[in-house]
């Protein structure tokens, strides 16, 4: 389910507005706390509800998230003039390298100092977002058992999806700094 979850997420780029800025850094910032802000509130409030019903709410929860996330991904990709190299492939690695560094390296590959990213076929993008699930469930787990001290266990919910989303924005900002680059 989780892995359906994350695919659906990431399957499609999602649009921009953003214009590239002559300070993408800094925009970078502004996107990043915006996003934070924002999924810390979605993810406090759903943490709200206390026992069976918190946790009805705790996959809702993580899309939502996901797909607040991957908008900052693109937007910030978007600041640097970048949002037209944007693949579904970018959006896995921002949104799970710094929660499974392991699993998205299929993905990439080091040419000197540059980071490349390989075209995925669905198939391997269905692994590794299976593997993603697994590795997800812990933080399903962790949010389920916080959902049953209502009020504690949403600040740190939502403390978690503010650190959570800030994380991917440094993934973002640090890819988007580089030229991207695909192989085939």
């Known amino acids: 389910m989780l892995a359906r979850a994350i695919l659906e997420v990431v399957m499609s780029v999602p ?7 002559a300070e993408p850094n800094e925009r970078a910032r502004v996107i990043r706390t915006t996003a934070a802000l924002k999924a810390a509130a979605v ?7 206390p026992g069976p019903w918190g946790l009805a709410v705790v996959l809702p929860d993580l899309i939502t998230v996901w797909r ?6 693109a937007d910030i990709a978007g600041a640097f003039g970048q949002s037209a190299q944007l693949s579904r492939e970018h959006l896995v690695y921002c949104l799970f390298r710094h929660a499974a560094a392991q699993i998205v390296r299929d993905l990439t590959a080091r040419v000197g100092e540059r980071l490349v ?20 469930s812990g933080r399903v787990i ?3 058992a916080a959902r049953w001290l209502p009020v504690v266990g949403s600040i740190g919910v939502a403390g978690y999806a503010y650190y959570d989303t800030s994380q991917v ?3 973002a900002t640090e890819l988007f700094n580089e030229n991207l680059e695909a192989i085939p």
């Not at 649009?15 to 800025?21: H, R």
């Not at 607040?68 to 991904?73: D, G, L, T, W």
């Not at 269905?126 to 997800?136: E, H, M, N, P, S």
Request: no cysteine.
């Open 15 to 21: 649009a921009t507005t953003e214009q590239p800025n």
């Open 142 to 144: 962790a949010s389920s």
């Open 43 to 49: 993810s406090g409030t759903l943490a709200l509800p």
């Open 117 to 136: 990213f390989r075209r995925a076929t669905l198939q391997l993008l269905q692994r590794i977002a299976r593997r993603l699930g697994v590795k997800a």
């Open 68 to 73: 607040i996330q991957a908008k900052m991904v």
């Open 169 to 171: 924005a440094d993934t």
